[in-house]
């Protein structure tokens, strides 16, 4: 990847010339934190939200990885009464 500065705000461009960057909640484009978001949509192991920039008017989308962190069993439905 290659860095370039675009209207005061430092992106990297991927391969196929298009903005990234690793600072979620800011436009990969002009780095405005004013988004709209759309529905998060699982895809694989990912999580995907397509967002709008309100200054710039561009459309991307962040990435999150999912790890498995635990499973929780609901205790209160669980638990066996002693007679």
């Known amino acids: ?4 500065r675009l209207k005061n705000w430092a992106v990297e461009l991927n391969d196929d010339g298009m903005a990234f960057t690793q600072e979620h909640g800011r436009c990969p484009y002009c780095g405005s934190e004013n ?3 759309g529905s ?4 694989d192991n ?4 397509p967002m709008t920039c309100n ?3 561009k459309k991307s989308i962040e990435w999150y990885e999912m790890i498995y962190t635990s499973t929780i069993g609901d ?3 669980n ?3 002693k007679k």
């Open 40 to 43: 998060a949509e699982p895809v």
């Open 35 to 37: 988004i709209d978001w």
């Open 46 to 49: 990912m999580m995907s939200y």
């Open 1 to 4: 990847m290659r860095k370039k």
């Open 79 to 81: 638990v066996r009464r």
């Open 55 to 57: 200054k710039c008017g």
């Open 75 to 77: 205790v209160a439905t």
